[in-house]
């Protein structure tokens, strides 16, 4: 069956010296996270037997990696995986000419400096109360429940938790459902910190493919009747990283089948209100069956605006709010009374998004068809990024080039459970244009060095988080 990481190294000769071929490549896996700190990697023997190397090519790459401080020989116990001190680990400031393509993200909405002043005042009204809002404020959750009630699914305030981000309410879902050792159903590709937050709280990941194109319902189903999940995690509009939409038909299937083992289907909504033209809007996933929805104000309003929430039937709500103080006693104020100005010109805020996915997906379509050609960009109705098919697997590789060029860009393998899909890579289209061209065009380059035979090299960069 072979190692862990004999199963993720995947093409990783691409010419030159083979130790340090092999250590670049363990090194990205490091750095992107799919080998974890503290992991053990296989003997240098046994990794020779399974690349078909000598056993001194993987000698000499663990040496090198062990002298940058990527391994750790521990006497007794093989050698494991580590990361270097931070001072010999600088992640490139921004005036390092640096452009972040882990993070996707709109910027902050124009009418953000606006609502705070105007939050001002709706705070001076909370300063003699104790501060503390465990739930989170009235006036806020009635705003957000009417608008799941305005997309077709009639939400009663006190089914409203807000926390400070979608991250933060994935995490207190995690910990009051999470069970160890259980297994949870995630798709590959998804978004890598919600695959984290499972796998911190013990539960096995199961994941079922989904593309551009959509889900395959008959392996999903299959996949939950096998496995008996605890948690279903899914995103079911405009799916990060792939742009797919889930039609109503799949979405009350979904809920069938999971209700059917007992599984808790979590709904990552958190993209749902990115549309640009998809042309139709399926029903809130709650609307079709039993599901806890995670919303978030970060990437319609500003990723700074710590403010996300929670909607759930009572008595999941009764058990995250019984969870929620061993983590903290609610969102801050202000943000909270920012985020309620905000939610009163949801026109606003969905007009800004709209232009700026626009301007973004157009920018990206353009530098393919200039700086990559023959890559081809798949349908993206709206949400964050666009998945694109490299056409063979050098994802991994492309990331590492990318780099030498001043673009950080996560390679496809981070967004899977398994370290699979090297074939792919998520470019943003949440970026202005003139910075989306810019970073088309050092991706070009790294494009060219690779087609070139240039064999990249990693650089020392910590582990960055995908946003």
Known sequence: ??????????????????????????????????????????????????????????????????????????????????????????????????????????????????????????????????????????????????RYTQRGLPTDPSQIVVTSGAMHALTLITAAFGERGRAAIVEQPTFPHAMDALRRVGMRLVPTPVTPEGWDLAHLAGRIRETRPGIVYTIADL???????????????????????GALVIVDETCVELDVDRGWTPHPFASHGPAISIGSMSKLAWGGLRIGWIRADAPHVERLLAVRPSFDLGSPLLEQCIATELLDDMDGLLAHTKRRLTAGRASV????????????????????????????????????????????????????????????ARIPITWEPEVMDAAMERLGMAWRDLRAGSTPRAGAYEELAVV
């Open 239 to 261: 799916h990060n990283p792939t742009g797919a939409t889930m039609p109503d038909l799949e979405r009350a299937k979904l809920a069938a089948t999971a209700r059917s083992v």
């Open 365 to 424: 379509r353009a530098g393919l068809a200039t700086h990559l050609p023959g890559v081809v960009m798949p349908e993206v109705p709206g949400g964050l990024a666009a998945w694109v098919d490299l056409g063979s697997p050098m994802s991994t590789n492309l990331s590492l080039a990318a780099r030498e060029h001043g673009l950080l860009l996560p390679p496809g393998p981070r967004f899977t459970a398994t370290g699979v899909l090297d074939r792919f």
């Open 1 to 146: 069956m072979g190692s862990r990481l004999g199963r993720q190294l995947g093409e990783w000769y691409q010419g030159g010296a083979v130790a340090q071929s092999l250590a670049d490549r363990i090194r990205m896996l490091i750095l992107d996270g799919r080998l974890t700190v503290g992991e053990r990697v296989p003997s240098e023997r046994a990794l020779a037997t399974e690349v078909g190397r000598s056993r001194a090519t993987v000698t000499k790459a663990y040496e090198t990696l062990a002298d940058a401080g990527y391994l750790a020989r521990v006497h007794g116990s093989g050698t494991r995986v580590a990361l270097p001190h931070r001072s010999a680990t600088r992640v490139p400031a921004p005036s390092d000419d640096v452009i972040d393509l882990t993070i996707a993200s709109v910027g902050s909405t124009p009418g953000l400096h606006a609502a705070t002043v105007r939050a001002l005042d709706r705070l001076a009204s909370l300063l003699g109360t104790p501060g503390y809002s465990l739930d989170g404020l009235a006036d806020l959750r009635e705003r957000i429940a009417a």
